[in-house]
Structure formats: C-alpha cells, structure tokens
C-alpha cells in the first residue's frame, strides 16, 4: 500500500515563475491537506480539500495560490508569479474520512525561488 | 485565538526520560495527537488522545487532561534516533488541524 506522494521532491524557480505541487493521497483518503514549513519552523496549515471540493482555506494566502483536488488525479497546489517568500517546504497529508487527528504525510517538495 | 504551546528546545541524556508539554487554547476541542519530523523528513504519527488520561505505545506515552487544557508527550530509555521535533497538534473549529511551533529534542550521549 503505497504512502502519500508527493512530486517533485526539489522545485526551483525563478522570481514570477509559476510552481506546481502534486500530492496523491494514501488508497483509501479522500481528505487532502496542504501544509508549509519554513526552516526551524511548525508546519503553517493552508488548505483542507475533499475530491472537488475546498472544505477549508483559511491558511492560504489571498492571492497567488490556489489548490484543487479533482474527481480523477492527484490534489495539486499552484503558486503562480513566486517571489523569494515563497521558499519553503510544502507538506501534503492524507486521511481517512474519520481520521482528521492521524494524518499521513508525503515526503514533501522544496520549493526554492531564485 | 486558536493556539498550542511547547516548549522551543529540550535536551536530556541517552537513556533517560523525558517529558514534552503541550497547553492549548482552542474552541470546541476534541483531543490531542502528537508527530514526530527527523531534519529534513516528514511528520510522522506517534499518537491521538481524545479522552483524558495516559496512553501508552511502546517507549512512547502520552497524557491528556481537558480540563487543564494540557498534554504531554513522555519518551522513555532516549534512544540518538529519536532526536527530532515534536509537535503536538489539535483540531480547530474549522475541520482543520492546529499545530504546535514544535519542540526541538536533543539527545546527548
């Protein structure tokens, strides 16, 4: 049973390039969060999606950033125009529909603005 | 607000034990879990109280008690491996997680 994926594992981009994060949830989850951290930080919460649907995005930024998690697919996050900011770890976790308190991570990407 | 406390750093010896609190203050609390993140890794699950008391899972315990608002994470015979962060978390009004800033575990030999 394979874990939560993430790719790619290491992003770069420059300054006003776009970024795309992919996240297959664990077999089974149909709840996808997207979480990021910043070095020697705790992980920020930015969104928590069903299949098609956003259920919370209190922790996205207002502008830039979007998420989906459609009906076929993996969830993927987008930053669009990245600044310098924007370097950190992204984090996806999945789980079960009853299992909001166990939530199982991806390996992460590291996004790096240059 | 919505927030989780834990201390920044803790350091103890190979072998020993130690004890990782948590206090929270958040609106319609349902229980408390606990992650583990190595440098460089990902949080991994270590456990989930939703009821008050002490749960216990190998060297690993943890205690939760809702009418202090408060938990802990208690790691018995510290192993070099289990130098990482720990982070307690817990659900928030808004069917998200909240997280703690994390403790960072230091283990010397």
């Known amino acids: 049973n394979a874990g939560v994926m993430q790719n790619p594992r290491h992003l770069v981009r420059r300054r006003g390039q776009e970024a795309r994060l992919r996240c297959s949830p664990m077999?089974?989850?149909?709840?996808v969060y997207w979480y990021r951290q910043l070095p020697e930080e705790g992980l920020k919460f930015m969104v928590y999606l069903q299949k098609e649907n956003i259920i919370d995005e209190s922790g996205m930024p207002k502008e830039r950033f979007s998420a989906e998690f459609p009906k076929e697919g993996p969830s993927i996050l987008r930053i669009q125009q990245v600044v310098r900011g924007d370097s950190a770890a992204y984090f996806c976790?999945?789980?079960?529909?009853?299992?909001?308190?166990?939530?199982?991570f991806g390996p992460g990407t590291r996004l790096t603005v240059l | 607000g919505q927030s989780l406390e834990q201390p920044s750093e803790v350091t103890a010896v190979e072998g020993a034990i130690v004890q990782i609190n948590c206090t929270y203050q958040t609106s319609g609390f349902y229980g408390l879990s606990w992650y583990q993140q190595h440098d460089g890794g990902a949080p991994t699950f270590l456990s989930y109280n939703a009821l008050d008391g002490l749960e216990e899972t190998g060297r690993f315990s943890s205690f939760l008690s809702r009418s202090d608002s408060y938990g802990y994470l208690l790691l018995q015979e510290l192993q070099m491996k289990d130098s990482a962060s720990y982070f307690c978390a817990g659900p928030g009004s808004n069917y998200q997680l909240i997280w703690g800033a994390g403790t960072k575990l230091i283990i010397k030999p």
């Open positions: 077999k089974g989850h149909s709840h």
């Open positions: 976790a999945s789980s079960p529909p009853s299992g909001l308190n166990e939530q199982f």
